[in-house]
């Protein structure tokens, strides 16, 4: 699987994290940000998402302080099912249930361990289709 990830500064050392983790198994294309310097979470989201709708990537993991911002930036895009997550649970409820193609992590509130769980249920977990499936296609506004 392709995977794209991107993260604001607060996130970076955690995303470098997940990259080893991930890079063993899927081909992972990074957005940055790469230092600790202050950048705008909406610009890394943007990038991130503009590959998983040019089908560049088949999903994408973000990271900013608290999830919220970089979250709310990638729903701002049609097709995208942005989740936030904060622990294993609730990546694979996102993914069963929801579909997500995207996860924003809150790399402030995670350690290495738990943000590992978590993307790994999220690249792991199928999407359970049936009774989902006809929410699922509620969520985009036409």
Known sequence: MTITIGCDHAGVELK?????????EHDVFDVGTYNTD???YPDIAHKAINRLLEKKAERVILLCGSGNG???TANKHQGVRSALCWSKEIAELARQHNDANTIALPARYLNTKD???????????KFEGGRHLNRVNKINCA
Do not use: R
């Not at 470098?16 to 063993?24: G, P, R, T, V």
């Not at 943000?115 to 977990?125: P, Q």
């Open 16 to 24: 470098d994290q997940i990259i080893n983790q991930i890079s063993k």
């Open 115 to 125: 943000a590992k769980e978590i993307v790994s249920a999220f690249l792991s977990v």
């Open 38 to 40: 202050s950048v705008d």
């Open 70 to 72: 970089i979250n709310m």
